[in-house]
């Protein structure tokens, strides 16, 4: 483990995630960017299309291409913003509303889980070195200009 490093460790954990997310999703039909776009749609309001890339951290051509799947799938509908007729606000159907139903109980399975094998004190180191390095990082305080990082 000493011989790992930091982004080692986070990349290959995310994919392990990733990939037990996307095995668990392929059971209904469906992927862990759809299960993530379920999760990141108000359930009730609906969410304008410009405000999921960032939530999801997804580029805008992986989003589209996500959305338009979704809506394929009739897991979701476009609506014209009422606030901003030029924005548009995706809504989930009923059956999105369902599909969401199974990614939250996924999710809350997996946490649950991990729960279960760590310890609080654990997860509360974890979840701060990772709070530590987003700060890190939205602070561009890796790779600056003014520091000679040789």
Excluded: C
Excluded at 35 to 60: C, H, K, Q, V, Y
Excluded at 61 to 84: A, C, F, H, Q, Y
């Amino acid at each position: 483990m000493k011989d790992k490093t930091i982004d080692y460790v986070l990349r290959a954990t995310w994919q392990a995630v990733s990939r037990m997310y996307n095995e668990e999703a392929t059971k209904y039909g469906a992927t862990m960017a759809t299960g993530f776009a379920l999760l990141s749609i108000d359930r009730e309001n609906g969410t304008p299309s410009t405000a999921l890339g960032p939530r999801m951290g997804m580029e805008a051509t992986s989003l589209t291409r996500t959305l338009k799947s979704m809506e394929e799938k009739g897991l979701i509908i476009r609506k014209k913003n009422p606030v901003d007729g030029r924005g548009v606000l995706i809504h989930l159907t009923k059956l999105g509303k369902e599909k969401r139903e199974l990614s939250k109980s996924t999710v809350l399975k997996f946490n649950e889980t991990v729960r279960q094998h760590v310890t609080d004190e654990q997860l509360n180191n974890f979840m701060e070195v990772a709070e530590i390095i987003n700060e890190l990082i939205a602070d561009k305080s890796i790779y600056s200009d003014t520091e000679n990082n040789d």
